[in-house]
């Protein structure tokens, strides 16, 4: 994407840490071997984006949550602040829960606001699982919030979301 | 291909205590949005669905997309209920599955 894209759209974005600015050939170049999924990955560029979330994200989100935005409490995504390589950025999900049955999480959908994809994943709990929280590794292609939408038992949808600053940034904005 | 299924459990587990699972396998995990160097689109292939059974019943489920690393690698919590067998199955997009098992075991009673 050319600079004065880049520049016309900071002005709709909040305050974020500054991103490596520098063309797409360059970084290819400079990408190789365990980095090879970034340097072969077409360019993100082309998912369409309203601010800094994809409209697939958009879409995804309206489609899970419905009309009302889900209150923000309880839900704790915990990724570090930088991620070095946007392969695999380690993640926990905590819902605080007393996970019986009369008050459980049933399950938590993790949304990526940048990537292609928007559903990263959605995992299944019961009462049984004594705890309503989960690790794993997930793919961010550039920095972006990560947002997590837990249902609980009684129907109830809340959200947690956090920041994170992906140092190779793969998206072309 | 999936390969080299692994389950992680403590090894002193008592009963009413909260465990955590870790489970990770490996799979290329296609994500099906790179293109080759020929600029062809490598088709998507990941491993969409994780499930794990505690003595036949189900106590976790998982399903991923595009977004799950390589080798996926997710822990998950259980509450010990006595010993018995966590058996975790992996399937893929293209139907192929792997099955894993671990046994729990309870720390006797002193």
């Known amino acids: 994407m050319s600079k004065s894209n880049n520049i016309t759209q900071s002005a709709h974005i909040s305050a974020g840490p500054p991103q490596a600015v520098g063309t797409t050939v360059s970084r290819r170049v400079v990408l190789a071997g365990a980095l090879a999924f970034t340097a072969l990955l077409v360019d993100p560029g082309s998912a369409a984006t309203v601010g800094e ?5 958009i879409e995804t989100y309206k ?14 995504v915990d990724i570090l602040e930088t991620a070095e390589n946007g392969n695999t950025v380690p993640f926990t999900i905590n819902v605080t ?31 049984q699982s004594g705890r309503a929280s989960v690790s794993g590794r997930m793919r961010l ?19 947690g979301q956090t920041k994170v600053s992906v140092l190779l940034d793969g998206c072309g904005r | 291909m999936i390969t080299n299924p692994r389950i992680v459990l403590p090894t002193n587990a008592k009963i009413g205590e909260v465990i955590e699972v870790k489970t990770v396998v490996n799979h290329v995990m ?6 080759d160097v020929d600029g062809k689109p490598v088709p998507r292939n990941i491993i969409s669905a994780l499930s794990a059974t505690f003595g036949g019943t189900e106590v976790f489920r998982a399903e991923f997309g595009p977004g799950i690393s390589a080798n996926p690698f997710v822990t998950f919590p259980m509450r010990v209920t006595g010993p018995g067998v ?7 997009d293209l139907g192929v599955s792997i099955k894993e098992i671990a046994i729990l075991e309870i720390l006797a009673e002193q």
């Open chain 2, 30 to 35: 296609e994500t099906g949005n790179r293109k």
């Open chain 1, 97 to 127: 829960s007393p996970m019986t049955p009369e008050a459980h999480v049933k399950k938590i959908t993790l949304l990526s606001t940048g990537n292609l994809q928007a559903v990263v994943a959605t995992f299944y709990f019961t009462p």
């Open chain 1, 53 to 57: 979330r994809t409209v697939f994200f």
């Open chain 1, 63 to 76: 489609k899970l949550v419905g009309d009302t935005e889900p209150e923000e409490r309880d839900v704790k």
């Open chain 1, 141 to 159: 292609t550039c920095t972006q919030d990560v947002i997590a939408i837990a249902e609980l038992n009684t129907g109830e949808l809340i959200r």
């Open chain 2, 86 to 92: 966590i058996e975790v199955t992996w399937r893929d």
